[in-house]
């Protein structure tokens, strides 16, 4: 048992110290020797300091948030399933914090964009979630997946036609963080206000940093003139389904859904993007299993949502009443943090984390129960298409660097990479409205092709070989004719493909995957 939250500062018995004094140093623990869920450990490690807090308290630890604001992590698997899905006992209304109501939390705290309730369905409970979020759910269903997977393909198009001719690109900043704010900007019906200050603030807003607060009240300008447009003409896209819903969303509230939309999809999307990007270029099991036909992008992208999901945390939950959860004492009012990437690798669900998921959709990459992702779906079109899209057009791309120079940023929600430099043969730019296609290179390369994978004692390609792509075969010349390939079931790539396959045939499949 650890010590209960009422013995420790800022909880009970008084205010917590300012951000600025000594008390704040940049050490791994706090008031009452409780780790922070910031600072340089939080920065290097939060995979470790998920498991030492694990290894301390169980399956929900004390932690402090940024300005030693005290909150509960959620650690285990079946915990974090309990919570989300119990709205009775833990609310989704952050108006409950007592240490709001008490002055702790003042509003102008780095987390406020993130904690400070708004209209929007994340911040209610009952009938009052279901009328919002049923808004949200219905305008997704309007979404047309194939039309969005064509943008996704002319826009993946567009940002390698800025550096293919260099052979070499940073596809962080070239192109995770850019394709995803492209597509949710034409989603929400307003792609001429995709620029770099969106991109930018999208990300600023939930780190917690000084600047977090003027980069949301950047994005909320944007899209509360973006809804009072929509009042005056209704177009065909996502933001004029909120607007005209039944549900009757008043214009304050359609932009804030709009921000949760923009901001949640975004986030996650770029992360995702970049992780599975990364997972393809040095991970062994990926680059087999892609190649030998044995795992298609979809599945790379499952993966790697167990591995490095892209919200790491959620914040937040309020206990309802005061309870014992998972073997502490929450009180009345207490702030608790979904740990998403902490669950995912869970001892009792995974007791080995480097163990494939292949096929098992029980991560909570998305949280769980009633407020779980309604767009996660779109989210997983972005990146398996955009990824497919840029490994066809660049299929011999290499990590420029050693894995081990690969660095990282963490906030509260999310790990993301700052960089991924990669190499590749300069080819010149194709048209954005075309279809994908890769081009020759003049650097010789292995034939990868999708085929039975050899026996163990064969030598498998080594770590800096050409990155195998999946949905796209290059034929050996000395492989032996195939039997033709059947048609690949609806909504997915073809699991396999020998080579010499009727070239017309695939590119009708090609066509038809990527809704052209």
Not at 90 to 99: N, P, Q, V
Not at 104 to 115: E, K, N, R, S
Not at 178 to 203: F, T
Request: hydrophobic letters at 40%; charged letters at 20%.
């Amino acid at each position: 048992m650890t010590t209960p939250f009422h013995d420790l500062p800022g909880a009970d018995n008084g205010p917590l110290p300012p951000p600025g004094c000594p008390a704040h140093g940049l050490t791994s623990t706090g008031p009452g020797g409780l780790r922070r869920l910031y600072g340089p450990e939080h920065e290097n490690d939060p995979m470790g300091l998920y498991e030492k807090l694990r290894a301390e308290h169980g399956p929900v630890a004390p932690v402090l948030l940024v300005g030693d604001v005290p909150a509960w992590l959620v650690l285990g698997h079946s915990e974090n399933l309990h919570m989300t899905r119990t709205p009775s006992q833990f609310s989704r209304d952050a108006r409950r914090w007592r240490l709001v109501h008490d002055g702790t939390v003042p509003p102008d705290h780095p987390l406020a964009p993130v904690f400070t309730w708004q209209p929007i369905c994340v911040f209610a409970d009952g009938a009052d979630h279901e009328r919002l979020r049923g808004a949200v759910t219905d305008s997704i269903a309007r979404i047309d997946h194939r039309g969005v997977r064509r943008y996704i393909n002319r826009y993946s198009n567009r940002l390698v036609n800025d550096f293919c001719q260099d052979g070499h690109a940073d596809l962080v900043s070239q192109f995770a963080e850019h394709l995803p704010m492209m597509a949710l900007c034409q989603i929400l019906g307003m792609p001429e206000e995709y620029n770099e200050r969106m991109v930018q603030a999208a990300r600023d807003m939930i780190k917690g940093t000084a600047t977090a607060n003027a980069s949301n009240a950047y994005i909320m300008g944007v899209l509360s003139r973006h809804v009072a447009r929509r009042r005056m003409t209704a177009e065909e896209d996502f933001t004029t389904w909120l607007v005209e819903h039944p549900a009757g969303l008043t214009d304050d509230e359609v932009s804030q859904h709009l921000r949760l939309v923009l901001i949640a999809a975004y986030e996650t999307t770029a992360n995702l993007i970049a992780n599975v990007v990364r997972m393809v270029l040095t991970d062994p099991r990926f680059r087999a299993q892609l190649s030998g036909g044995h795992m298609t992008l979809p599945e790379a992208v499952e993966q790697t949502l167990w591995d490095e999901p892209p919200f790491t945390t959620i914040f937040g939950r309020w206990a309802v009443g005061d309870t014992e959860f998972g073997g502490q004492q929450i009180k009345k009012g207490d702030a608790l943090i979904v740990g998403i990437a902490a669950a995912n690798v869970d001892p009792v669900v995974r007791p080995d984390p480097h163990a494939s998921m292949q096929g098992n959709r029980a991560h909570l990459a998305f949280s769980g129960g009633p407020h779980e992702c309604p767009g996660q779906d779109i989210g997983r079109a972005i990146a398996d298409t955009g990824i497919d899209a840029l490994l066809m057009r660049l299929p011999d791309l290499q990590l420029s660097v050693e894995e081990d120079q690969l660095r990282w940023s963490s906030a509260l929600m999310s790990r993301h990479l700052n960089e991924l430099p990669v190499t590749f043969a300069a080819r010149p730019p194709q048209d954005v409205a075309g279809t994908p296609m890769s081009t020759p290179s003049t650097t010789p390369r292995p034939d990868w092709q999708v085929e039975t994978p050899p026996r163990a004692s064969a030598p498998q390609p080594p770590a800096a070989a050409s990155v195998p792509l999946p949905a796209q075969v290059v034929p050996s010349a000395q492989a032996a004719p195939a039997a033709p390939v059947a048609s690949p079931p609806a909504g997915g790539i073809p699991a396999q493909r020998r080579p010499k396959a009727p070239k017309r045939m695939w590119q009708a499949v090609t066509r038809w995957w990527r809704g052209y």
